[in-house]
């Protein structure tokens, strides 16, 4: 039963370009976090979504940033003309549902570096 | 909102020796989960260990075992007969049990900023 799966590991991109990271959840689950690492920080929440809904996206910036989750693929957050401050690690979680109980299963994150 | 403080940048430790992580947090609620997790160099966020709040009793898994003091918004982690392996970041993380008006705030982690743990042979 494989994990969180996040690719690409690692993703370079220059000022301006975009940035698209992708996170397919545990079999099984339907319910997937993103959260950020900026360096020497803890993880800060971004959004919180279901199948084909945005649950809460009250840590996600108001601009340049959106996600999705549909129906079938992986879920992707999407960075658009990226600056210097978006580098971070960014992480995804996935749970069965709202009734989980547990804390819940992280991916190996993808490090974006903006050049 | 809830709060997650770690005072403690950095901790280092003696190979089989204790060692305990401090975690206190801020929050009006009575009902929640908390969580430490350990990130190694390999950035993989592992859950090290769990505890409802409405559970008198201190959780404990193999040699980790925590100290959770409701009244003082405490949870400390210990690290009994320390191995070089655990030697890591470690997070110590908030969530609400229930959500707010609309469930939004249902399944958000809060975390703390880290400490490094660096253990010595």
């Known amino acids: 039963n494989a994990g969180v799966m996040q690719n690409p590991r690692h993703l370079v991109r220059r000022r301006g370009q975009e940035a698209r990271l992708r996170c397919s959840p545990m079999?099984?689950?339907?319910?997937v976090y993103w959260y950020r690492q900026l360096p020497e920080e803890g993880l800060k929440f971004m959004v919180y979504?279901?199948?084909?809904?945005?649950?809460?996206e009250s840590g996600m910036p108001k601009e340049r940033f959106s996600a999705e989750f549909p129906k079938e693929g992986p879920s992707i957050l999407r960075i658009q003309q990226v600056v210097r401050g978006d580098s971070a690690a960014y992480f995804c979680?996935?749970?069965?549902?709202?009734?989980?109980?547990?804390?819940?299963?992280f991916g190996s994150g993808t490090r974006l570096t903006v050049v | 909102a809830q709060t997650v403080t770690q005072s403690q940048p950095e901790m280092s430790v003696q190979e089989a020796e204790t060692v305990t992580l401090s975690c206190t947090y801020d929050?009006?609620?009575?009902?929640?989960?908390l969580f430490w997790y350990k990130q190694p160099p390999s950035r993989q966020m592992i859950l090290v260990i769990r505890?409802?709040?409405?559970?008198?009793q201190n959780a404990t898994e193999n040699r980790f075992s925590v100290n959770f003091q409701k009244a003082a918004k405490s949870f400390s982690l210990k690290i009994s007969d320390s191995q070089l392996g655990d030697a890591a970041m470690y997070f110590c993380?908030?969530?609400?049990?229930?959500?707010?008006?609309?469930?939004?705030?249902?399944?958000?982690?809060?975390f703390g900023q880290g400490t490094i743990l660096t253990v010595h042979p």
């Open positions: 979680a996935s749970s069965p549902g709202l009734q989980s109980h547990y804390g819940y299963t």
């Open positions: 079999k099984g689950h339907s319910h």
């Open positions: 979504l279901q199948k084909e809904n945005i649950i809460d």
């Open positions: 929050t009006s609620e009575s009902d929640y989960y």
């Open positions: 505890q409802e709040a409405y559970k008198q």
């Open positions: 993380a908030y969530r609400s049990a229930r959500g707010s008006a609309g469930g939004t705030s249902y399944g958000k982690l809060t």
